[in-house]
Nanobody, 118 residues
Framework: QVQLVESGGGLVQAGGSLRLSCTASGRTFSRYTMGWYRQAPGKEREFVAGVTSGGSTYYADSMKGRFTISRDNVKNTVYLQINSLKPDDTAVYYC????????????WGQGTQVTVSS
């Protein structure tokens, strides 16, 4: 069982940056592929980025360039750096943990709200 807790969301002006964090419980964090998703009001949840246990990263095509995912296995934490924020980035951002690349995600955090003002 893995518990995930996101933090770092908030209200930011367009053009600004945020770094979201997701800290996992347990001693097997390094074995998981970690991902970030987001869900905007009235829209479906969409994939943002993922990082494998080996550190390989992958992104949704629409997220390449402004989003950077990274992980720190010592701190049991995965990060999502978002630069040049736009109002369209307003969403609840969720982190997730899964067994391996493209195998889906079994564990989810409660989400952190990001609101970008114009």
């Amino acid at each position: 069982q893995v518990q995930l807790v996101e933090s770092g969301g908030g209200l930011v002006q367009a053009g600004g940056s945020l770094r979201l964090s997701c800290t996992a419980s347990g001693r097997t964090f390094s074995r998981y592929t970690m991902g970030w998703y987001r869900q905007a009001p009235g829209k479906e949840r969409e994939f943002v980025a993922g990082v494998t246990s080996g550190g390989s990263t992958y992104y949704a095509d629409s997220m390449k360039g402004r989003f950077t995912i990274s992980r720190d296995n010592v701190k049991n934490t995965v990060y999502l750096q978002i630069n040049s924020l736009k109002p369209d980035d307003t969403a609840v951002y969720y982190c997730a943990a899964g067994p391996r690349y493209k195998a889906g995600y079994d564990y989810w955090g409660q989400g952190t709200q990001v609101t970008v003002s114009s």
